[in-house]
Antibody, heavy 124, light 106 residues
Framework: EVQLVQSGAEVKKPGESLKISCKGSGYNFTTYWIGWVRQMPGKGLELMGIIYPSDSDARYSPSFQGHFTISVDKSISTAYLQWSYLRSSDTAIYYC?????????????????WGQGTPVTVSS | DIQMTQSPSTLSASVGDRVTITCRASQNINNWLAWYQQKPGKAPNVLIYKASTLESGVPSRFSGSGSGTEFTLTISSLQPDDFATYYCQQYESSSVTFGGGTKVEI
């Protein structure tokens, strides 16, 4: 069974750093793109970026450039989303999601499997 | 980015109703469109991909149609479990984008 298990809820202050994780299991972790999707309170879904675990090729959505980093440690089948300095506007639920098709050229696809979400609250 | 516009944003309906949600793309996306259902506090769940292909395990009362720039999700007979928010997503371009969502409420 394919599973994506995310790290737990976080409460941080503005300016602090944060790294959240997403561990994949039940499939070949290296050959499926994984994306990070933001959902701000009461709002819709926004793709932040995606990463291909096999070679750590990361692609960021144009509207999200520069504020965070997506990475992966394929030795432990885990993807990460990190910020070096948080803002209150980063308060949201963050989902990792695996695309449906396999392979490095398959970076534009729908999301077939989702993690349970990591709520992040940034408040002074 | 390709903009995806859903309508309506909120839909009030009753059990047994036929429900249609529309999604329009700002440019041609062929049939590279998926529909998701999201319930409060849960992750989204894919219902349909490639505009009209039903995901395995999804009830047949859900159907999708359309191509190019206009798409619809239809629920033939609304069930109590279907009250949720629905999102479309295009994956024609390298920067996939979602619609703003349609909340189906009682």
């Amino acid at each position: 069974e394919v599973q994506l298990v995310q790290s737990g809820a976080e409460v941080k202050k503005p300016g602090e750093s944060l790294k959240i994780s997403c561990k994949g299991s039940g499939y070949n972790f290296t050959t499926y793109w994984i994306g990070w999707v933001r959902q701000m309170p009461g709002k819709g879904l926004e793709l932040m970026g995606i990463i291909y675990p096999s070679d750590s090729d990361a692609r960021y959505s144009p509207s999200f450039q520069g504020h965070f980093t997506i990475s992966v440690d394929k030795s432990i089948s885990t993807a990460y989303l990190q910020w070096s300095y948080l803002r209150s506007s980063d308060t949201a639920i963050y989902y990792c999601a695996r695309q449906s098709c396999s392979g490095g050229s398959c970076y534009s696809d729908y999301f077939h499997h989702w993690g349970q979400g990591t709520p992040v609250t940034v408040s002074s | 980015d390709i903009q995806m516009t859903q309508s309506p944003s909120t839909l009030s309906a009753s059990v047994g109703d036929r429900v249609t949600i529309t999604c329009r793309a700002s440019q041609n996306i062929n049939n590279w469109l998926a529909w998701y259902q999201q319930k409060p506090g849960k992750a989204p769940n894919v219902l349909i991909y490639k505009a009209s292909t039903l995901e395995s395990g999804v009830p047949s009362r859900f159907s999708g149609s359309g191509s190019g720039t206009e798409f619809t999700l239809t629920i033939s007979s609304l069930q109590p479990d279907d009250f949720a928010t629905y999102y479309c997503q295009q994956y024609e371009s390298s920067s996939v984008t979602f619609g703003g969502g349609t909340k189906v409420e009682i």
